[in-house]
Nanobody, 121 residues
Framework: HVQLVESGGGSVQAGGSLSLTCTAS????????MAWFRQAPGKEREGVAV???????YHADSGKGRFTVSRDNAKNTMYLQMNKQKDEDTSMHYC????????????????WGQGTQVTVS
């Protein structure tokens, strides 16, 4: 049973930077996809960035040029560096994982963290 724990959320001023970390425990996950999603109040959960087991990364349009996702398989950890943050980035950010390739469909992810709040003001 894979468990995901996010950390690094908090408050930041618009234009600032924040870094999130997701650590996986349980069965090793080095062959699966890891992903970041976010959900603002009253809105659907949306994909932010995903990273394949080999490190190939994809970023949603909302974060292209501003966000960078990466992972360290040896540490079972994924990171999200968020720069030039905007007010609309304010949301709960979730780490997710699945066995298989990456996509941005929330329904395809088997494992979820509890989330970490990011507030931009």
């Amino acid at each position: 049973h894979v468990q995901l724990v996010e950390s690094g959320g908090g408050s930041v001023q618009a234009g600032g930077s924040l870094s999130l970390t997701c650590t996986a425990s349980g069965p090793t996950y080095e062959r699966g996809c890891m992903a970041w999603f976010r959900q603002a109040p009253g809105k659907e959960r949306e994909g932010v960035a995903v990273v394949e087991a080999d490190g190939t990364a994809y970023h949603a349009d909302s974060g292209k040029g501003r966000f960078t996702v990466s992972r360290d398989n040896a540490k079972n950890t994924m990171y999200l560096q968020m720069n030039k943050q905007k007010d609309e980035d304010t949301s709960m950010h979730y780490c997710a994982a699945r066995y298989g390739g990456c996509n941005f469909r929330t329904s395809d992810y088997n494992y979820w963290g509890q989330g970490t709040q990011v507030t931009v003001s």
